[in-house]
């Protein structure tokens, strides 16, 4: 049974920041559970999945993140508490569904996780989701860590049930993932069935209905504010004529500088974690006796802008200060080094500002670098290989729209194999714009579960208008950028998975696609011949490359006996492995003569693409044989 459905209220448990909200959650009753995958939100959905096998939580992997709010609101709006969870760019898919749910409500309590990523650790931007909130007018709980994200999670049940509003917990990837101690409450009991109650006045959102809603808004925001005044997550504590301001992870790093410089009887310290709406007297308390504020936040200066906009607003001239030369950047996350370093430097205290020693200076030479790589055995690398090679052949030079996967892997030299790239579905809209706009030969990629997604509307808007260009489905059969997550067109599921599958192929042709490959990218000649077909045609056309990821295979099968690989005396050293096809197991050894190639067999999966082309690749003979 998984750990986050035992344990007695008291005791002490280690838990991922993810795992909190989910305890958190189970201790608030929550009775349906929602989410897109996405890092660094996904194991929020991942531990719900398992306790939905043990429990009578209800639980989906939804298409996306629109769809996994709607069904969470529905649920909300029928007595269920609910819990939607999602990354900071998921919930832009769900905007739409966000600014006018705040206008319908909740019945039942519903939480709405936003997991920020700042520095872009699994990312293509670095957006401050707390200005949603403020945009649509609801509260948001910001937590510390674990124990806290455990705390907030049940606290904004009940808040949103006493407002009748949905509430956004917005954490970011060091909350998420940092584990740590967290004291265990007791576990509330499934509510049974709900009950839609029919008022369409009140949830029909036509415009005179939403004219009324907008002003129901404001008075629960009213209320909000009211509540963040007296919440036990918003407190002053500390001496003296300075102050920080700080909420989030930025929080722990301001008492770790506090402490280090020896400011403790000179600084006070105003930690917010219900930071919309803003406890202005709370924040007029804090800053009277002050002579000057430091703002420390990460990303946008959200706290900073208002708490300079109440001390305005009451004659205050006090400089609250965050943002800035010398101070804090808008970029990336912060660490504790950093936040003593200002700390130090914006009180003058010049003495202190020493920074600690970085983990280069400590080993005495850089850290090696990591770039990002298709695993071995990978099936986008050697549909990526069929591809270039089919350019190659035919003298074209192709232009390469991409998506979000782990297919944006490709885009790093041997492959180059991504050219454009904006978000989840892009790929074949930005392919149609490209396609219309020059004489290039346009080939785009998406993934499985990118295309159902957000890929489906693209490509009927594709054959609609009779674009011109190929796209590529690199169908690996599960979500595995972000940990092997399901979705509708999976073969292979995780054990007693409930969902009907989906075929892609049926899809596709549903949409209007009348030109259709669909090739194992590991049988190389078959895929070579139908990639350079699908180049040559003309209008929309699709090519299929299924294959299943070969670590989703392994996660659910267990590690199978593979075939073993060598690079023969037959090898030029033309280097071709190198400049087309890179797998990482594959590299220049400097102990053979001449530096010829070897196969590392420790990294190698088996997957037996390169011996197709290569004829001083050879199986290794078992001993005996």
């Not at 832009?92 to 920020?116: C, E, P, R």
């Not at 009907?500 to 078959?526: I, M, S, T």
Request: aromatic share 8%; proline share 7%.
């Amino acid at each position: 049974m998984s750990e986050l459905l035992t344990g007695q209220p008291g005791e002490r448990r280690l838990f991922l920041g993810n795992e909190a909200i989910v305890r958190g959650a189970l201790e608030a009753g929550v009775a349906l559970v929602t989410t897109y995958p996405g890092t660094p939100a996904s194991e929020i959905g991942d531990r719900c999945y398992e306790i939905s096998r043990q429990s009578d939580l209800y639980f989906e992997y939804s298409v996306n993140e629109k769809v996994a709010l709607e069904v969470a609101a529905g649920a909300a709006a029928s007595g269920w508490r609910s819990l939607c969870s999602m990354k900071h760019v998921g919930l832009n898919v769900a905007a739409d569904t966000l600014m006018t749910l705040a206008y319908v409500g909740v019945k039942a309590g519903m939480v709405i996780v936003s997991a920020d990523d700042p520095s872009l650790f699994s990312s293509q931007n670095e957006q401050d989701n707390r200005f949603y909130a403020k945009m649509a007018g609801l509260p948001m709980l910001e937590p510390a860590s674990p124990q806290e994200a455990k705390e907030m999670a049940r606290a904004a049940f009940a808040l949103s049930e006493e407002l009748q509003l949905p509430v956004l917990l917005r954490t970011t990837t060091r909350v998420n993932h940092t584990r740590g101690a967290v004291t265990l409450g007791e576990l509330a009991p499934h509510p049974g069935p709900g009950f839609f109650s029919k008022e369409p006045f009140q949830k029909v959102m036509v415009p005179a209905v939403a004219r009324q809603a907008h002003a129901r808004l404001l008075e629960a925001q009213a209320r909000a504010a009211a509540l963040s005044e007296t919440s036990a997550f918003n407190k002053i504590c500390g001496k003296g004529t300075w102050g920080i301001a700080t909420s989030g992870v930025s929080s722990n790093y301001v008492e770790d500088a506090v402490a280090e410089l020896g400011l403790q009887d000179r600084v006070q310290v105003l930690k917010l974690g219900f930071t919309h709406p803003l406890p202005v007297n709370l924040i007029l308390k804090f800053l009277a006796p002050l002579e000057r504020v430091l703002v420390v936040e990460e990303l946008e200066p959200y706290l900073e802008e208002g708490l300079r906009a109440i001390a305005q607003a009451q004659g205050l001239t006090l400089p609250v200060q965050g943002k800035g030369q010398a101070l804090f950047s808008r970029l990336y996350e912060y660490h504790p080094a950093l936040v003593r370093r200002v700390t130090a430097r914006y009180f003058a205290l010049t003495d202190k500002a020493a920074e600690p020693l970085e983990p280069a200076q400590i080993l005495g030479q850089p850290l090696p670098d990591r770039p990002p790589n298709l695993c071995p055995g990978c099936p986008h690398r050697a549909m990526y290989y069929s591809v270039k090679i089919a350019l190659k052949d035919l003298g074209v030079e192709g232009v390469f729209p991409t998506d979000i996967g782990c297919y944006t892997l490709g885009l790093l030299p041997p492959l180059s194999m991504a050219d454009f790239l904006i978000c989840m579905g892009s790929s074949i809209n930005t392919a149609a714009g490209i396609s219309k706009a020059t004489d290039q030969k346009v080939v785009a990629f998406i993934g499985d579960s990118t295309f159902f997604h957000s890929g489906l509307p693209g490509l009927v808007n594709a054959v609609h208008q009779g674009h011109d260009f190929l796209l590529v489905i690199l169908d690996n059969g599960t979500t595995a950028m972000t940990g092997h997550q399901p979705h509708p067109g999976v073969t292979l599921t995780p054990p007693g998975y409930p969902c009907e599958h989906v075929p892609l192929k049926r899809v596709v042709q549903a949409l209007g696609v009348e030109k259709l490959w669909v090739v194992n990218p590991f049988k190389y000649q078959e895929a070579l011949a139908a990639t350079k077909e699908a180049v040559n045609a003309t209008g929309v056309r699709v090519l299929i490359a299924e294959a299943p990821c070969p670590l989703h295979v392994h996660r659910l099968q267990g590690r199978k006996s593979r075939a073993r690989f060598r690079v023969t005396d037959k090898c030029q050293d033309c280097r071709h492995c190198l400049d087309y096809f890179g797998c990482p197991a594959m590299q220049l050894s400097d102990k053979l003569e001449g530096g010829r190639m070897l196969i590392d067999t420790d990294l190698c999966s088996g997957c037996a693409f390169c011996v197709q082309w290569c004829e001083a690749i050879r199986p290794v003979k078992a001993r005996g044989k």
